[in-house]
């Protein structure tokens, strides 16, 4: 039998991909951190996060979800296949329907905005509701701005430019930071500022940053995107097949790609019973969970979806079933680490982020029990990053959906069994949010090993075997600080704080992958090799 290379995908892309993600998660960061201080785990950010809650789950569902993966799939096999002109005028009839029909959902949004509130936070009192109400009608044209977002940036990934894409939602954190406390301060002066208490005037302010952020998260990829060769222009004409095809698979991966984000609303309605905190525990939990999630899932995911796709367009099953399996391996190998060190060390690091103004060490301590359930399933969810959009390379678009379904329901008993019957609480919601990946990726494996084949099955497993192996060193180191020095010195100034953490962490990575170089971790040995390449000494 004939030898078939292994196909994988571009390490330089994704190290370029994570370190752009790195970016915008870090003041993703920073704008929780400051929202967090200005406002605190209260009642007015319960609001404002509830409210942005809608726009944000449209955003994942449609946007950056089911736009995202059925554009770039048709997108890329259309440029394999037809050419670079007829990939560009289907990107111009698909920014012209996404234009009107967004349009036309963010008005929806802000008249019906009493009937999601009521959906999403049901336990809410009349007033919180209220205010809740308002926020969201002012924010809900955000994903009008962020879909247009999405599709420049599929465009610019199929044409393998990735850093500018990744790097956009930097300047959504920059525009929201920025403008929110700009606006803060305008709209609701403060006696002192270096102590302030803003109010409901100060949430307006964030929800107007936030639009703010989403047209400077649109506008920066236009240069990037001239340069790659589009020329935007208003076509009605959406009968053509790509069209069609891209509306087809929209709706199964509308469903599919709702999996996290309607999991997530169902936590926000448990939670919007619990009093008031959960809530702003569990998004900030959840968004500390997305820094690894980002810099390892997504960018393996966003470089991984245009070579499938052009491997499956072409009919080249060989490489389309070893990139897919390559990509899964390097996903572990990354995520697998950054949970150990999220579960042992989530209370020194929100202690460090989170713990300033009106953030208390009571939040600390119930937002820490959060993170430390959400990261069990941080691999699987990065994993799911990376095959679900794969199925719709291979049209078995359905797949991603009925699993997604299954996961919802999952995810609803799972929730009332933790909360209610265990009485976990807020950890009983991200605890079942983890198994429900988990699940997820279960399913997906299982089902995509049958329609390639095989999978490559035995090296993951001998790779995740590899890998707990080496991971028993990196949660001693994180546990021995955290026991011997964190929970003793408590008191310690931010920066000694942070240096002692990066030190822990610093050392706990190196022993880890130390110890995955010697255990002939396959992925591990790519890294070392293309650094020896790009940085060493020509051999004589």
């Known amino acids: 039998m004939a030898h078939v ?6 390490t330089r892309a994704t190290g370029i991909v994570g370190v752009a993600i790195l970016c915008s998660r870090v003041l993703g960061l920073i704008r929780e951190v400051v929202f967090a201080a200005l406002f605190g785990a209260s009642r007015n950010m319960d609001a404002f996060l509830t409210a942005f809650r809608a726009p944000n789950m449209l955003r994942d569902l449609f946007a950056e979800g089911a736009l995202s993966t059925a554009f770039v799939t048709t997108f890329s096999q259309r440029i394999a296949t037809e050419g670079d002109k007829s990939a560009w005028n289907l990107a111009s009839k698909v920014a012209t329907l996404a234009l009107v029909f967004m349009s036309a959902v963010s008005l929806l949004g802000v008249i019906f905005a009493p009937v999601l509130i009521n959906i999403l936070a049901p336990g809410f009192p009349i007033e919180k509701a209220e205010l809740t109400v308002l926020l969201t009608r002012i924010m809900f044209p955000f994903i009008l701005l962020v879909s247009l977002a999405a599709l420049v940036m599929g465009m610019l990934n199929a044409k393998h430019v990735f850093g500018m894409p990744a790097m956009a939602s930097s300047f959504f954190n920059l525009g929201s930071i920025i403008g929110g406390v700009a606006l803060c301060y305008w709209l609701d002066p403060q006696p002192d500022w270096r102590h302030p208490h803003f109010g409901e005037r100060g949430l307006v302010g964030l929800s107007i940053a936030t639009l703010i952020g989403g047209f400077l998260q649109l506008i920066v990829q236009f240069p990037s995107l001239g340069r790659v060769g589009f020329r935007f222009r208003l076509d009605f004409n959406w009968r053509d097949p790509g069209v069609r095809t891209i509306l087809g698979m929209m709706g199964p991966a509308t469903i599919a790609a709702s999996a996290v984000q309607v999991n997530v609303a169902v936590n926000s309605i448990f939670a919007s019973g619990l009093g008031d905190g959960p809530i702003a525990w569990l998004n900030i939990a959840f968004r500390l969970m997305q820094l690894p999630l980002g810099i390892f899932g997504v960018a393996v995911a966003t470089v991984t979806l245009p070579l499938v796709s052009r491997s499956a367009a072409v009919g080249n099953t060989s490489e389309f079933r070893s990139a897919l399996a ?18 042992i060390l989530a209370e020194p690091i929100i202690h460090l982020i989170y713990e300033h103004g ?18 069990i399933g941080l691999a699987g969810y990065s994993a799911d990053k990376v095959l679900a959009p794969a199925f719709y390379a291979l049209n078995r678009r359905y797949v991603p959906m009925f699993v997604t379904l299954t996961s919802i329901a999952i995810n609803f008993s799972l929730n009332w069994f933790f909360t209610f019957y265990l009485h976990w609480g807020h950890r009983g919601l991200a605890f079942s949010t983890s198994m429900v990946a988990i699940t997820n990726f279960i399913f997906l494996y299982s089902m995509m090993r049958r329609y390639t084949g095989r999978l490559e099955t035995g090296a993951m497993f001998r790779t995740i075997a590899k890998l707990l192996f080496a991971g028993i060193g990196l949660a001693a180191i994180c546990w021995l600080a955290s026991t011997f020095f964190f929970s003793v010195h408590t008191h310690l100034a931010g920066w000694k704080n942070f240096l002692a953490l990066m030190v822990t962490i610093a050392v706990g990575a190196g022993t880890f992958f130390g110890a995955a170089y010697l255990l002939r971790v396959a992925e591990v040995h790519d890294v070392v090799d293309l650094f020896r390449r790009k940085f060493g000494r020509p051999t004589l």
């Open 358 to 375: 009106r953030f208390t060490p009571y939040a600390t301590t119930q937002t820490a029990a959060a993170l430390r359930f959400y990261a």
């Open 326 to 343: 390559h990509s899964i391996r390097l996903v572990l190998l990354l995520t697998i680490p950054a949970a150990i060190g999220l579960i």
């Open 5 to 10: 290379p292994t196909q994988r995908i571009s």
